[in-house]
């Protein structure tokens, strides 16, 4: 019974267990970034992370809208275009957002590192799109090993300073493409012919793009709420070991969290099918994600005072580093949690809902930072800025609910 179950799905257990092991490397590379320079010098970095954060947004969602149609398109030639005009997007912003990021963080003198990371990371994302619809599990792992593992080399080998670091930063994000395209080039280009891609451009544009901006809207949301605090911290310019602390804590974090993102991925297309064909499901899913959120966080509070010791072991630099990953994990698990009405909205085509939601929820957080950090002492940023946070996604956690049972159920 255990071996059949574990042959059906070989493939998403491969997927996983190198999905870990990519952000195990990618966590092992951040955390030797930030031992290798001070707390000041990663908190100046931080622009630079940030700027890669959403710098995947100039695609307007064009990779969510990807799997939304491929996966409900039955004529096999429109799944061929889908695959075709994504590409194609991909590739247009890949540019502009090149170009974009030389001129708007000049400044910067690893600018035009930063620029290549945004840009052939959309090109990167854009093949992980194509294997990811056609069920290519293993060639989604090759792409994101052979990326992160040339990373982890050059880091070890060459890196001794932040205009290194986003320079093999950027070298192996181009590698990583390069071996996406590799694996993507004949399911994209399969059949093209040009007539028929502007033909079927010209009668799906208008659709595409629409659903993109909502898709995009709402992918948006989660690293907005991740990351809002830190943009907040780099506009009033707090000191920089401040944001140098509060950046390595989200990036741990992220690390951590991503391993839980990796497994929405998987579980998303399924979830969309069952909520469609029974609305029920939908307090199922509720019942199980508040348990699996509730059994994470007992466990960092029992881990803290471990995780106390061995951060001040590895990271003697970073003042109250423990106190701020355990705030930011539950915030992510919280984050993470708003997949189950994300999935609903989307699910019932009513992203309208969820995004409007949430753009409050956003404003509300917003509003509350600046006037605390107007007001607030450095021991203030550090011991209250995440609870806030956490308290106003837990409010939308509420009104979203209560909308689901309004509206759907």
């Given at each position: 019974?255990?071996?059949?179950?574990?042959?059906?799905?070989?493939?998403?257990?491969?997927?996983?267990?190198?999905?870990?092991?990519?952000?195990?490397?990618?966590?092992?590379?951040?955390?030797?970034?930030?031992?290798?320079?001070?707390?000041?010098?990663?908190?100046?970095?931080?622009?630079?992370?940030?700027?890669?954060?959403?710098?995947?947004?100039?695609?307007?969602?064009?990779?969510?809208?990807?799997?939304?149609?491929?996966?409900l398109e039955e004529n096999e030639?429109?799944?061929?275009?889908?695959?075709?005009?994504?590409?194609?997007?991909?590739?247009?912003?890949?540019?502009?957002?090149?170009?974009?990021?030389?001129?708007?963080?000049?400044?910067?003198?690893?600018?035009?590192?930063?620029?290549?990371?945004?840009?052939?990371?959309?090109?990167?994302?854009?093949?992980?799109?194509?294997?990811?619809?056609?069920?290519?599990?293993?060639?989604?792992?090759?792409?994101?090993?052979?990326?992160?593992?040339?990373?982890?080399?050059?880091?070890?080998?060459?890196?001794?300073?932040?205009?290194?670091?986003?320079?093999?930063?950027?070298?192996?994000?181009?590698?990583?493409?390069?071996?996406?395209?590799?694996?993507?080039?004949?399911?994209?280009?399969?059949?093209?012919?040009?007539?028929?891609?502007?033909?079927?451009?010209?009668?799906?544009?208008?659709?595409?793009?629409?659903?993109?901006?909502?898709?995009?809207?709402?992918?948006?949301?989660?690293?907005?709420?991740?990351?809002?605090?830190?943009?907040?911290?780099?506009?009033?310019?707090?000191?920089?070991?401040?944001?140098?602390?509060?950046?390595?804590?989200?990036?741990?974090?992220?690390?951590?969290?991503?391993?839980?993102?990796?497994?929405?991925?998987?579980?998303?297309?399924?979830?969309?099918?069952?909520?469609?064909?029974?609305?029920?499901?939908?307090?199922?899913?509720?019942?199980?994600?508040?348990?699996?959120?509730?059994?994470?966080?007992?466990?960092?509070?029992?881990?803290?005072?471990?995780?106390?010791?061995?951060?001040?072991y590895f990271f003697p630099e970073?003042?109250?580093?423990?106190?701020?990953?355990?705030?930011?994990?539950?915030?992510?698990?919280?984050?993470?949690?708003?997949?189950?009405?994300?999935?609903?909205?989307?699910?019932?085509?009513?992203?309208?809902?969820?995004?409007?939601?949430?753009?409050?929820?956003?404003?509300?957080?917003?509003?509350?930072?600046?006037?605390?950090?107007?007001?607030?002492?450095?021991?203030?940023v550090y011991n209250y800025f995440?609870?806030?946070?956490?308290?106003?996604?837990?409010?939308?956690?509420?009104?979203?609910?209560?909308?689901?049972?309004?509206?759907?159920?």
């Amino acid at each position: 019974m255990l071996k059949s179950k574990i042959l059906k799905h070989k493939a998403y257990i491969f997927y996983t267990f190198f999905k870990y092991l990519e952000y195990g490397i990618l966590a092992l590379i951040f955390m030797s970034f930030a031992n290798l320079v001070t707390p000041e010098e990663y908190g100046r970095a931080s622009i630079g992370f940030q700027v890669v954060t959403y710098s995947a947004f100039i695609v307007m969602g064009v990779n969510q809208v990807l799997l939304k149609h491929y996966s409900l398109e039955e004529n096999e030639k429109l799944k061929t275009f889908y695959l075709q005009y994504n590409f194609a997007y991909n590739l247009i912003a890949c540019l502009f957002s090149v170009f974009l990021i030389s001129v708007l963080f000049s400044s910067k003198e690893y600018v035009v590192f930063l620029s290549l990371i945004c840009g052939v990371k959309l090109i990167l994302e854009s093949s992980i799109a194509t294997n990811r619809v056609k069920g290519n599990m293993v060639n989604i792992n090759i792409i994101y090993i052979s990326y992160s593992l040339l990373f982890l080399l050059l880091f070890f080998t060459l890196v001794t300073n932040v205009f290194e670091f986003f320079k093999y930063w950027s070298y192996s994000i181009i590698f990583g493409a390069c071996v996406g395209v590799l694996l993507s080039f004949k399911s994209v280009f399969k059949g093209f012919s040009i007539k028929g891609f502007k033909k079927a451009l010209k009668q799906s544009f208008g659709l595409l793009f629409n659903d993109g901006i909502k898709l995009a809207l709402i992918s948006l949301i989660s690293p907005l709420f991740s990351t809002l605090n830190i943009i907040c911290l780099n506009i009033f310019k707090v000191d920089s070991a401040v944001i140098g602390n509060f950046q390595l804590a989200d990036n741990i974090a992220n690390m951590v969290s991503l391993g839980g993102a990796s497994i929405l991925f998987i579980v998303f297309p399924d979830v969309i099918k069952q909520i469609s064909k029974d609305k029920s499901k939908i307090q199922l899913f509720y019942k199980v994600g508040f348990k699996v959120v509730v059994l994470c966080i007992i466990a960092l509070i029992v881990l803290y005072y471990p995780l106390k010791e061995a951060l001040l072991y590895f990271f003697p630099e970073y003042e109250k580093l423990s106190y701020l990953i355990l705030f930011t994990l539950i915030s992510r698990l919280l984050i993470l949690l708003l997949f189950i009405p994300n999935s609903v909205w989307i699910t019932f085509s009513k992203e309208k809902i969820y995004i409007q939601s949430s753009v409050v929820g956003v404003s509300i957080m917003a509003i509350i930072f600046v006037v605390f950090l107007k007001n607030a002492s450095i021991d203030d940023v550090y011991n209250y800025f995440l609870i806030f946070q956490i308290i106003v996604i837990i409010g939308l956690h509420i009104y979203l609910k209560r909308k689901i049972n309004q509206s759907i159920l």
